[in-house]
Each structure stands twice: as structure tokens, then as C-alpha cells.
């Protein structure tokens, strides 16, 4: 059997968890959240496994809103990201630390509940159907060349926009083969029209709104981890002991492995509309565009009987 995991980064969920938490609020129309999609369409293509990576201190209130109803469907495992979980000598130099280290360290955490391929996703954005079979075949069908093989599910820009703000996206260039060859990671694309804009003291830059972007859905190996292992020690030497934000990230890291030459990194194309609550303003459009998906058949009005 052609065994995958779904790994979900819920660990920057803010502590008033389910409590007026905008990722964890009911878009659905019995109260689903964005992650009981992400999960029901990770099953339907074929992932076997669910990996949360929380705090610990959301554990009990986690179990209650999603975790136990999940393990019912699909094997369901834990892992903890917590701020001071780091070598033991770089403690005392981040005392003052209070959140934890981004992506990378979320992934690093997950490494002994982890024995597949795996995908990686946000809590809170929408994926739609075809990122998940788009990455279940690849991971479950990768060769060995002699170099790590990953993947990374691209979106169109324009599809990842939101009417009431400015977002942050990676905006990918890939070859002529499919592979990536960069990432820009591009901050405050607002919407205007049928264009997406970047506005500055500099005046309007116009971004082709049809390039593929990175919304954090990766596909990685077991392997992968033990390079953000090594990887982290050097990134917390390098950090001051005062850049309390320091963050260590995916996209930067994948970024520069692919820079050294030491991964290939296929990017598989979504064309569905993403969505996700980056601003509270975006809970309705969030709810309107699954009742509309209800209503067309692509999800039962009942996800889980």
C-alpha cells in the first residue's frame, strides 16, 4: 500500500482557542472549521494518516473541537511545538523567546510520529480537491535519482487574493521541466480589479496575477527532517540572542537547499480557488463559497456520518 500523511500546522493558533479564533471559526454548515475539508479531501485522495503539529497547552480544547471526531475517520497522531523546544545549550540564550520558530521547527517536530512521505499544510487555508491527489500521486510514485525529490503544490496568484486586504505570497519561477528554480517572497498583494498590485512609497508595481505562487503545501520524505535538524542548530547559533522574531521558515530554507544544488523541488499546479481567513472580513466569503461547492456536489452537507 502507497502510504502518505497529511501534517497540519496548527501551532499559531492564538490560545483563546475555538473561542473567537478566526481560523478556528465554523464556516461549514454544522460547524466545520477550513480543516475538516483539508482532512475529508486528504482521505478521499488517499493520505492515511492526520499530524497535528499544536501546543501543548491547546491540547484538551483541541481534542474537543476537531482531534477526537477526526481519529475516528483516519489514523490521527500529535506532535507538540513549543518555543523552548530546542538544544538544550541554546536555552538560556533564548530566555526572553516567547513563540515559537516557524515552519521548519513545526516540520522538526513531527519527527518521530512521521515514517512516510508526507504533505504539509496551513490550518487555515482551503486547498480544494485537486492539491491533494495532485500531491498524494506525486509522493507515493517519487524515483530516486541520488537527490532528494520534493514537491510543492503551486496556486495561481489571482485565485489567492483577498477583497479585504493585503497578503503575503511566495511567488514561484519554475523551468521550463516543471521544476521550481526560486521563490520571492512578496508582501502586501492587494487585489485591484483584475490586477494584483504592490503599492510603496515607490508608487504601484504590477504582479502577473496568472504566476504560480507557493501557499505553503509541501510535499517532503522523512528524509527531509533530518536536514531541518542539522539545519536549526546552525540557524539558532546565527540568531542574536535579542531578534525575538526570528523565524525559521520552509520557503527560505527549501530556497537555499535548492540554491546548494542538494534538492529538486516539482511543482504541481492547482488551478481551484483557494481561500482561507486572513481577515475576519473573510469568514463570509469563506462560508458562501463551501455552500456554494454544497450545493454543486462536490462536498455532502454532512461531512462525516
Known amino acids: ?45 488517499g493520505f492515511d494518516k492526520v499530524v497535528f503539529v499544536i501546543r501543548k497547552d491547546l491540547e484538551k480544547d483541541f481534542k474537543e473541537v476537531i482531534g477526537n471526531r477526526i481519529e475516528k475517520q483516519v489514523e490521527v497522531a500529535y506532535a507538540y511545538q513549543e518555543v523552548s523546544d530546542i538544544p538544550e545549550k541554546y536555552r538560556e540564550k533564548f530566555t526572553e523567546r516567547s513563540k515559537p520558530w ?64 493585503g497578503v503575503t505570497r511566495g511567488i514561484c519561477k519554475v523551468d521550463e521541466t516543471g521544476m521550481l528554480a526560486g521563490i520571492t517572497e512578496t508582501h502586501n498583494i492587494e487585489k485591484d480589479g483584475d490586477r494584483a498590485v504592490v503599492r510603496s512609497d515607490d508608487g504601484i508595481k504590477e504582479l502577473d496575477p496568472e504566476s504560480p505562487v507557493s501557499m505553503n503545501m509541501w510535499g517532503l520524505t522523512p528524509e527531509f527532517i533530518n536536514i531541518l535538524d542539522s539545519g536549526f542548530d546552525s540557524f539558532l547559533e546565527e540568531t542574536s540572542r535579542d531578534d525575538l522574531k526570528a523565524e525559521y521558515l520552509l520557503p527560505t530554507i527549501i530556497g537555499d537547499l535548492l540554491q546548494e544544488g542538494k534538492l529538486d523541488v516539482r511543482v504541481l499546479k492547482s488551478h481551484d480557488q483557494w481561500f482561507g481567513v486572513t481577515y475576519k472580513e473573510d469568514r463570509e466569503a469563506v462560508t458562501d463559497a463551501l455552500r456554494k461547492l454544497i450545493a454543486d456536489g462536490v462536498y455532502p452537507s454532512v461531512l462525516y456520518r
Open 1 to 45: 500500500m502507497n502510504r502518505a500523511a497529511l501534517v497540519i500546522m496548527a501551532a499559531g493558533i492564538g490560545s483563546r482557542f475555538g473561542g473567537g479564533i478566526k481560523q478556528l471559526a465554523p464556516v461549514g454548515p454544522n460547524g466545520e472549521i477550513i480543516m475538516d475539508y483539508s482532512i475529508y479531501d486528504a482521505i478521499e485522495a
Open 102 to 165: 516557524g515552519t521548519g521547527q513545526a516540520i522538526l517536530c513531527c519527527k518521530d510520529v512521521v515514517d512516510s512521505p508526507f504533505l504539509v499544510i496551513n490550518a487555515d487555508d482551503y486547498y480544494g480537491k485537486d492539491a491533494f491527489k495532485e500531491a498524494y500521486s506525486y509522493l507515493t510514485s517519487v524515483e530516486d535519482t541520488g537527490k532528494m525529490q520534493i514537491c510543492m503544490v503551486s496556486f495561481v496568484l489571482k485565485n489567492t487574493l483577498s477583497d479585504n486586504g
